[in-house]
């Protein structure tokens, strides 16, 4: 079965840094590559929405993030693992949420309410 596995995530220090990893299990979704998606991760504190958090293109040239933590957090991808990262760093409290990567053919994974595939999801707990 094809699968997206989160990992990386746990207690850290305001200030910190942690580095997510979501790695794609299974040759291809439905007949399509990991290669081909577009990877967004996504987060969702208790009691709020989930929210977008950055995205990569498939060839990973274009990367798009939202404002909070645009200079903190780098997204990146290694096709050849299929495996898709999330550097966070000067982590804030209000960054605390559990974060879910997914997987998108026909957009820019910018949107959670498109996504194709998801990850279980990994807590992240930022300690002030």
């Known amino acids: 079965q094809v699968q997206l596995v989160e990992s990386g995530g746990g207690l850290v220090q305001a200030g910190g840094s942690l580095r997510l990893s979501c790695a794609a299990s299974?040759?291809?979704?439905?007949?399509?590559?990991?290669?081909?998606?577009?990877m967004g991760w996504f987060r969702q504190a208790p009691g709020k929405e989930r929210e977008f958090v950055a995205a990569i293109r498939w060839s990973g040239g274009k990367t798009d993030y939202v404002d909070s933590v645009k200079g903190r957090f780098t997204i990146s991808r290694d096709n050849a693992k299929n495996t898709v990262y999330l550097q966070m760093n000067s982590l804030k409290p209000e960054d605390t949420a559990v974060y879910y990567c997914?997987?998108?053919?026909?957009?820019?994974?910018?949107?959670?309410?498109?996504?194709?595939?998801w990850g279980q999801g990994t807590q992240v707990t930022v300690s002030s």
């Open positions: 997914a997987a998108d053919w026909r957009g820019d994974a910018t949107i959670a309410s498109v996504m194709e595939y």
């Open positions: 299974g040759r291809t979704f439905s007949g399509r590559a990991f290669s081909s998606a577009a």
